[in-house]
């Protein structure tokens, strides 16, 4: 089954993207921070890493780094899950080796299901 491990502080949000991703049969992890996001990436080596910036402990860019430095998730993707404005978004994907990021609000659940499907192989 594939796994996906989402990376993120927010209750609602964390609840919209399980509610969407139920249907497809993915097997989804949550972590509210990014010490608990690292140590569950490790520990579960999920098929796609959703990653929210704007954490509790560390932002999300310092843990993209952090999940880039291990080996056994060099292959994951790393999807930014964000609010951020798109400029600044892509900047923080190029420079942190994530593989893409989906915007913030999810208003279209199609569209965000078929965006997922896209970074998973």
Known sequence: MTKILVIEDIPDNVELVRKALSKTGY?????????????????QVPDLILLDLGLPDYDGQTLAGWLRDEAILDQTPIVVLT?????AAKQVVKSYRCNGYISKPITRINEFIAQVNSYLK
């Open 83 to 87: 609010a951020w404005p798109e400029d």
């Open 27 to 43: 097997e989804i992890y949550h972590a509210a921070d990014a010490e608990t996001g690292l140590a569950m990436a490790l520990k």
